[in-house]
């Protein structure tokens, strides 16, 4: 949305840069820690040890209503498009496992679509609202000590597809010296509020706050944005 309101300044143009801060905890509903290697609810301590910051950049282009863009989010590659109005957009974004290939076999969709409605109470202040419906990543931390591991019936290796979907798998502690991490997904859906301020004819800043639930793994997710953008 802030691209649209900039489309003017910067020939549609918008580069922009973000610091979030997440926090995650399971709900009441979820199960508890695993009485056994077979209990798929070991995603309570992985949902709880998620790496709380992401740093992201992106790069977006307004042709009129119509917009597209690209960026990343920790490494982690994205594109977008949408329309937007004066106080109201709709935009739809996916990361690279659209087309990536992971051992011949195509990796699991991520993505989303998101739904703004916003105000400008003066000329160079922007108050909105969104709400959207995800399927999304998360990075877990491992930070040494006793980690879960997924693998397979017979299988005697580290089995990455149980981070996408643990049908079929099972799970197992074992002793890590070292901090590793991990990407797993998940579906969520929630909405947020954000403010954007003009400083000048193109730079600016922007606040957001989010709340999702995780349908996946019973989770609860609060999400603080900081940005600032050339636009």
């Not at 594109?79 to 996916?94: K, N, S, V, Y």
């Not at 739904?115 to 491992?142: C, D, H, K, W």
Request: aromatic share 18%.
């Amino acid at each position: 949305m802030s691209a649209y309101q900039s489309r003017d300044n910067m020939g549609g143009f918008l580069v922009d840069a973000s610091l979030s801060i997440y926090t995650a905890s399971t709900s009441d509903s979820a199960m508890k820690t695993p009485e056994n290697e077979h209990s798929s609810s070991i995603w309570e301590d992985v949902v709880e040890k998620e790496w709380p910051l992401d740093l992201g950049m992106s790069f977006f282009r307004f042709i009129d209503h119509f917009g597209f863009g690209l960026g990343f989010q920790t490494f982690n590659p994205y594109l977008t498009l949408g329309t937007a109005f004066e106080h109201f957009g709709i935009m739809g974004w996916t990361d690279w496992r659209l087309i990536a290939v992971c051992a011949g076999e195509p990796e699991a969709f991520r993505g989303g679509i998101s739904v703004m409605e916003q105000i400008s109470p003066t000329p160079s202040l922007i108050v909105g609202l969104f709400q959207f419906a995800s399927r999304s990543n998360a990075i877990y931390a491992v930070g040494g000590g006793d980690v879960w591991v997924p693998y397979k019936e017979d299988d005697d290796v580290y089995s990455s597809s149980c981070w996408d979907d643990d049908t079929g798998c099972h799970w197992k502690k074992e002793k890590s010296d070292s901090g590793e991490f991990y990407y797993y997904g998940f579906i969520e859906y929630g909405g947020g509020v954000y403010v954007m301020q003009k400083l000048s004819s193109i730079f600016g800043w922007g606040l957001e706050f989010k709340y999702s639930y995780d349908v996946t793994y019973k989770a609860n997710r609060l999400a603080f944005t900081f940005n600032a953008f050339l636009g």
